[in-house]
């Protein structure tokens, strides 16, 4: 079936931009630091490729709604393989610095995507598209962080390298076997890209949505911030063991968003699973910094990536089902800006208040989610239809 294939091919598409995404992460301070970079420029690495995503991930996403997913989504990725060359033929921190920041601006992939996926998939069956973009995305930080380690024993340069190798095959592979959606409805010209996203913010469902992405992305990253320093503190873990532990997370949420997502949104429904994934998450928070043991970790830690992979997918799927079928590429862009901005807040407010007290962090996010839970609560969700194709459309391109 059509459907299905393309789904399949864009699943490859976004794990291997993931994959090669994930190889440069854990050696990057390392890296920085090498090139002369102080501890505390280093984060501007982090912080500047967020500020690049806050900009122009809805912009890449409305000009997919005008000229299509595949196009842009095309120039996404030869972007990115630019900028992992960059990053790997640096010589100085400034250089490094640059090649963050484009890549920043860069990375449309992930909105294009989704929007990719609510315009071949029916309302009912977005939840699980979306979980299979989120299963990708697991899967290139389980291995990612491995192969990009491995060649770091080389090289600093070598994980840029190879990223910028694998972007150019990634880029090589969508040009030639990605279809553009047939059932995508191109952004109406008379009204202008401001207009559009103005359009989408006035809608009280979407803001709520945006609100709860952007609540759940800043205890998250508070949480991955300050992860390994209350595992050495406080469970005796070396890094290369917290590693473990997030290929331990990294696995949960790939089962979930994989394979679970599915069938539970059709017998609960999204927003009863956002609900459950959003409290899942706060109650874990809560208990890691109280944990007793690594086993205590590893328990406390399952229902953080359980109501990851229940509340991520559920979340991008109401956020699609809630915006025009014109606009999915703008709205979701608008959903990733969110989520850069909690990508700031979040380790920014978490390793400050970790400084403070070592479970401020973690019961500051438990807040977070509870708010977020509440929120997601009160959203409406439309009870036939929302963005993307009727079921008609699909049956007749499967």
Same mark, same amino acid.
Do not use: C
């Given at each position: ?42 984060? &501007? ?14 912009? &890449? ?295 403070? &007290? ?41």
């Amino acid at each position: 079936m059509k459907r299905q294939a393309s789904l399949g091919i864009l699943f490859l598409v976004v794990f291997v931009d993931l994959l090669g995404f994930g190889m440069v992460i854990p050696v990057m301070p390392i890296y920085a630091e090498h090139l002369g970079a102080s501890e505390a420029a280093t984060g &501007w690495l982090s912080t500047g490729y967020s500020l690049m995503q806050f900009v122009f991930a809805p912009v &890449w996403g409305r000009l997919s709604d005008r000229v299509g997913r595949r196009p842009v989504l095309l120039l996404s990725i030869a972007m990115t393989a630019v900028a992992f060359l960059l990053y790997g033929v640096a010589t100085t921190f400034a250089v490094l610095l640059v090649s963050r920041l484009f890549a920043g601006a860069a990375t449309a992939n992930i909105a294009i995507a989704q929007a990719y996926v609510a315009d071949v998939t029916p309302p009912e069956g977005r939840a699980k598209g979306m979980g299979m973009i989120g299963a990708a995305f697991g899967l290139g930080f389980v291995f990612g962080p491995a192969v990009g380690g491995l060649l770091a024993s080389y090289s600093l340069s070598a994980p840029g390298l190879a990223a910028a190798a694998l972007s150019a095959v990634n880029l090589v592979g969508a040009w030639f076997l990605l279809p553009e959606p047939t059932q995508h409805v191109a952004a109406t010209r008379t009204r202008g890209r401001f207009r559009a996203l103005l359009d989408e913010l006035g809608k009280p469902g979407v803001r709520r949505i945006l609100f709860i992405y952007f609540a759940v992305t800043v205890a998250f990253s508070a949480m991955e911030a300050t992860y390994a320093f209350l595992a050495l503190l406080h469970f005796g873990l070396a890094e290369r063991h917290v590693g473990w532990v997030f290929a331990y997370i990294g696995v949960i949420v790939v089962l979930v968003q994989g394979g679970l997502i599915g069938p539970l949104t059709r017998r609960f429904g999204e927003k009863r699973l956002l609900v459950i994934g959003t409290l899942l998450q706060g109650v874990a928070l809560a208990a890691l910094p109280f944990a007793q043991g690594v086993p205590g970790l590893l328990l406390a830690t399952a229902p953080l990536a359980l109501g990851s992979g229940l509340a991520s997918p559920s979340m991008m799927s109401l956020l699609s089902r809630l915006s025009r079928a014109e606009d999915q590429g703008g709205t979701l862009g608008i959903g990733q800006s969110a989520a850069a901005l909690g990508r700031i807040v979040g380790p920014l407010s978490g390793t400050t208040s970790f400084a403070a &007290w070592h479970a401020a962090p973690y019961l500051g996010g438990a807040v977070f989610m509870a708010m977020g839970a509440a929120v997601a609560a009160s959203v409406s969700v439309p009870e036939k239809g929302g963005g993307g194709p009727s079921k008609g459309a699909v049956a007749s391109a499967s």
